[in-house]
C-alpha cells in the first residue's frame, strides 16, 4: 500500500489540518514523539504534530500587516531615513539596471553609481546579481533544470548581508544582524530534541512545503528555548531565488503553555499562526525599497 498523502501544500485551515491529521498514525502530543527529525529534514507527520497553520497574504496586504503588528509609525521612520542614505539610493540604481557589477577602473570611470558607489550595500548587491546569473544560466539550459545552481549558503549570505546594510548604520539601533548560523536543540517532555537552525538573527549587542516546515520547526525551537511573550510575533525574513518574503509567527499564552509542557491538551482552535507576505521581487526597486522598509520597521520595534 502506498504511504499515505498527507498533504501537498502546508494546511491553511483547521479543516484541512484535521484532514491531514486523519491520515498520520503520529502521536498527536510532541512530547510524546519518540524521537524528531531535524528542522531541515521534518516529516509531514511531525509537522502535523506541532499544530501550525499557514496563510498567504499579497504585498497588497501591507497596510493591514502594518496595523495588525503595530508597525505603522516604525515603518514611516524608516522609509524617511532610507530616502536620506545614499548608499542605499545607489543600490536601488543598481537594482534598476539589472544589480550589474561594474569593475572600477580609476581611468575609465563608468556611468552610474557602480557598486562602489552603493557603499555597505556592495556586497549584497554583488550577491543578488549573481543569483541573478545562475538563476539565468539555469533558465537558458533546459538539461540543469534538474539541478540548483544556487545552494542555500549563497542564498542566505545575499539575504543576510543585505539586512546587515539596511540596519548597521542606522542610529537609533542598538542590536544588530549576525550571519552567525545559531543551532537551537528544543527538548521535549519525554527528553526526545529537535534541532533546528538560523541562518542569521536579529538580537541584542526544497519545496515550498519544505520550507515552510523548516521554518515552523524553527519558530517553534525559539519559542521553548527563549523568553517570549504571547501575541508578540517572532518574524521570519527569507528568500526563494528571487523573491522574499516575512513571515509573522503568532501564538497565543494557551499555545505557549502547550508546546513547553505546561499544560496538556489544547484546544480543537489553538494554532501557531504563520501569517506570509510577500513575494518582494530582487529585480524590481519599488519592490525592495518597500521590503527595505518593512525590514528597518521591524528591527526598530523590536529594539524599542
Not at 491529521?21 to 519518540?34: G, L
Not at 534541532?195 to 549587542?205: L, N, P, S, T
Not at 515550498?208 to 516546515?213: D, E, G, P, V
Amino acid at each position: 500500500m502506498p504511504p499515505a498523502k498527507f498533504f501537498s501544500r502546508v494546511p491553511t485551515t483547521w479543516d484541512l489540518w484535521q484532514r491531514a491529521v486523519e491520515k498520520s498514525t503520529q502521536d498527536h502530543n510532541p512530547h510524546d514523539q519518540q524521537e524528531w527529525s531535524s528542522a531541515s529534514k521534518l516529516r509531514k507527520e511531525e509537522y502535523l504534530v506541532l499544530r501550525c497553520l499557514w496563510t498567504q497574504y499579497e504585498i497588497e496586504d501591507l497596510p493591514e500587516m502594518l496595523r495588525m503588528f503595530g508597525l505603522r509609525e516604525y515603518f514611516n521612520k524608516a522609509n524617511k531615513w532610507l530616502r536620506k542614505f545614499p548608499p542605499f539610493q545607489a543600490y536601488l540604481q543598481q537594482v534598476t539596471a539589472g544589480l550589474r557589477t561594474d569593475k572600477y577602473d580609476p581611468d575609465r570611470p563608468s556611468v552610474g553609481p557602480g557598486p562602489w558607489g552603493t557603499g555597505i550595500f556592495e556586497i549584497p548587491a554583488a550577491e543578488q546579481g549573481r543569483i541573478l546569473s545562475a538563476l539565468a544560466r539555469q533558465r537558458a539550459d533546459p538539461r540543469k533544470k534538474s539541478k540548483r545552481m544556487i545552494d542555500e549558503d549563497s542564498v542566505n549570505l545575499g539575504l543576510v548581508a543585505f539586512l546587515i546594510a539596511v540596519a548597521s548604520k542606522h542610529p537609533s539601533l542598538r542590536s544588530r544582524w549576525t550571519p552567525h548560523r545559531r543551532p537551537i536543540k528544543a527538548k521535549f517532555g519525554n527528553g526526545a530534541e529537535m534541532e533546528a537552525q538560523v541562518d542569521g538573527y536579529f538580537g541584542g549587542g526544497g519545496g515550498a512545503h519544505n520550507i515552510s516546515m523548516q521554518e515552523t520547526a524553527e519558530v517553534v525551537a525559539l519559542i521553548m528555548t527563549q523568553d517570549v511573550k504571547p501575541k508578540r510575533p517572532i518574524f521570519v525574513i527569507s528568500q526563494d531565488g528571487v523573491e522574499l518574503y516575512i513571515t509573522a509567527a503568532v501564538f497565543n499564552k494557551t499555545y505557549l503553555s502547550w508546546i513547553k509542557n505546561q499544560r496538556e491538551k489544547l484546544p480543537s482552535d489553538s494554532f501557531l499562526q504563520m501569517k506570509q507576505y510577500g513575494p518582494w521581487v530582487l529585480t524590481n526597486a519599488d519592490d525592495m525599497e518597500e521590503f527595505a522598509g518593512i525590514a528597518l520597521a521591524i528591527m526598530l520595534a523590536v529594539d524599542s
